[in-house]
């Protein structure tokens, strides 16, 4: 079995000679086995104090056989690259279930699932896999008041997300990640928070791996929620020398294209893109097919704008395998040589000269 440095060399190799695939939506794979709150609580949760249905984080502790069989769905569909099922598994949004103790161990557990799945496709196959330790934004937001009445509200500081964001790095890397991803980015100071902690915990652990960062465009005003457009969301993460850059969820294929070409015009560094299979219905619910999902991704693979695609909401193992089948016999994008200038950011980015 290969270690975890081969593998960072084997990502850095196979991203110079094809598109790399990640998988699709863990949550929309969840709803799907239906689980009622027992089926979320499990034998050791059987007693909490407080409804835990909703918990996706928590099922890699109380059912981690459904989360290993939808990363084995993926694997299988041609997933070069899985996230780890800890979108949430940060201790702020643990505290909705009083649950921020095992914040830690559902990080550890949702690594090594992922892992046990990677490293069983590799030894039947001899196909590598990586593991994304996948970090999502907490359900506060740093940059904006949640109060309309008063502005200057802040409901989380930085520093407690960055707290926070350590402790979640620490278990995905215990547990045997690959890469951290830090994805659907609507607050870039948020982001911010998570890419400083994640460099402390690289600098503590002794192991640095590559970053993957994904930034989400809330609407068609083509900004995230914390107002920034692509290009200056990207001058204020540039910092952190990313594996890559992309975007996520919020919008489908055909309305996300734009924001997509605009970043590879502009970052040195590989491009991501995993939009959600279309927008969602009246029942919020997602009818793309997997075929029109593909079919709109394809123009992006030959018009050579991506390194690395897959799905996000309402995305199955079905839509990862078109998406493959659609992107396969086209190249990657080649990484641009920007020329150095000023580049800073506010909500517009500014280059002089």
């Not at 089926?39 to 290993?68: A, C, E, H």
Request: charged share 20%; glycine share 10%.
């Amino acid at each position: 079995m290969s270690t975890r440095t081969e593998r960072i060399t084997a990502l850095h190799k196979a991203a110079a000679e094809r598109i790399l695939i990640i998988d699709g939506a863990m949550g929309t794979m969840i709803q799907s086995y239906k689980l009622d709150e027992a089926g979320y609580r499990g034998t050791r949760f059987k007693d909490w104090t407080r409804d835990v249905k909703g918990n996706n984080d928590l099922l890699s502790l109380s059912q981690p056989q459904i989360i290993r069989e939808i990363h084995d769905k993926y694997l299988a569909c041609g997933a070069d690259i899985h996230e780890t099922n800890t979108f949430n598994a940060q201790r702020i949004s643990m505290a909705d279930y009083g649950m921020e103790e095992l914040a830690y161990e559902i990080n550890v557990a949702g690594a090594r699932i992922a892992r046990e799945a990677a490293d069983a496709c590799e030894q039947a196959t001899g196909r590598v896999a990586w593991v994304a330790g996948a970090i999502g934004p907490t359900n506060r937001t740093a940059s904006i008041s949640p109060d309309v009445n008063n502005p200057g509200y802040r409901n989380v500081s930085f520093d407690v997300l960055r707290e926070a964001y350590c402790e979640q790095t620490r278990g995905l890397i215990e547990g045997g990640a690959d890469i951290i991803l830090i994805e659907t980015i609507f607050d870039t100071l948020n982001a911010k928070a998570a890419g400083f902690a994640v460099l402390d915990t690289f600098e503590a652990t002794g192991v640095t791996l590559p970053i993957m960062i994904s930034g989400t465009i809330t609407d068609l005003s083509g900004r995230t929620l914390s107002g920034q457009t692509p290009e200056a969301f990207w001058y204020s993460v540039q910092h952190l020398k990313p594996f890559s850059i992309g975007l996520n969820c919020a919008l489908g294929a055909e309305t996300m294209r734009p924001y997509i070409a605009e970043l590879a015009g502009v970052a040195d560094t590989l491009i991501s893109a995993y939009p959600n299979a279309g927008l969602p219905n009246a029942m919020g619910e997602y009818d793309e097919s997997p075929d029109d999902m593909a079919c709109q991704i394809e123009p992006w693979a030959k018009d050579g704008i991506v390194n690395i695609v897959g799905g996000c909401c309402g995305s199955t193992p079905d839509h990862i395998g078109h998406i493959k089948a659609h992107v396969q016999t086209y190249g990657p994008r080649r990484v641009p040589v920007i020329a150095p200038r000023l580049r800073l950011s506010g909500l517009e980015p500014f280059v002089h000269g």
